[in-house]
């Protein structure tokens, strides 16, 4: 099966510009999220969508960060005014959802934001 | 919350020799711990994952052991090979949604032929 696609795969811009990354996960998958990873951490979670409905954004950092599922397949997050401390690989990841032991969650390759 | 640490930061083997990667976890409703292996330039990727009614876990040359009672995990890595090398994550996932994971720092291994 194909794997969960992202774009852009870099993207360098100026601080307090816009940017928005793309995600298109695997046919099926009802979850998907939004992960954050700065350089030499562990990948942190930002929002979870379940079909196209936001389950969980407690962590997205609202004033700058946006993020949406339309037709509960494609996803886009969006940073606006970009600040230095953004710059990190944005991953997206997608699972079936729910509690079984046939749950696996699937991330992309990742989108590498560098914020001058 | 949730926070999981991972130890050791990098750990450097011989290859053919085991390697051993430790994480403790600090919320006791975690139930779900999977291992995330990352490459450069790869998002990371399920090596092995265990849930918390079971003890251990085994596949080939991986294998994962876990004690609730201590609130730790540690994944063993036995006859490691150079294609071993990369970063290694734990991960912490309380019962209310397995995707929502709390992940360690990760540990960089390289295997030295």
């Known amino acids: 099966e194909a794997g969960v696609a992202q774009s852009p795969r870099y993207k360098i811009i100026e601080k307090r510009q816009s940017v928005a990354f793309w995600c298109n996960p695997i046919s099926g998958h009802a979850t998907l999220y939004w992960y954050q990873q700065i350089l030499g951490q562990g990948p942190k979670l930002l929002i979870q969508?379940?079909?196209?409905?936001?389950?969980?954004d407690s962590q997205l950092p609202k004033d700058r960060f946006s993020a949406e599922r339309l037709k509960g397949v494609d996803s886009t997050l969006k940073i606006q005014p970009a600040k230095l401390e953004d710059s990190a690989v944005y991953l997206c990841?997608?699972?079936?959802?729910?509690?079984?032991?046939?749950?696996?969650?699937?991330f992309g390759a990742g989108s590498r934001l560098t914020v001058l | 919350g949730e926070n999981v640490e991972q130890h050791p930061s990098t750990l450097s083997v011989q290859e053919g020799d085991s390697a051993v990667i430790k994480c403790t976890y600090s919320?006791?409703?975690?139930?779900?711990f999977p291992w995330y292996k990352q490459e450069l330039g790869k998002g990371p990727q399920l090596i092995i994952d265990i849930r918390s009614n079971v003890g251990e876990k085994k596949d080939q040359r991986i294998a994962v052991t876990l004690n609730k009672t201590a609130k730790h995990f540690s994944l063993h890595i036995t006859e490691t090979q150079p294609e071993d090398s990369a970063v290694y994550f734990c991960?912490?996932?309380?019962?209310?949604?397995?995707?929502?994971?709390?992940f360690g720092a990760g540990t960089q291994v390289v295997v030295t032929p």
């Open positions: 991960a912490a996932s309380p019962g209310d949604s397995w995707g929502k994971l709390q």
């Open positions: 969508f379940q079909n196209n409905g936001v389950v969980d």
């Open positions: 919320d006791s409703a975690s139930n779900y």
């Open positions: 990841a997608g699972g079936t959802g729910g509690l079984s032991g046939a749950n696996v969650l699937t």
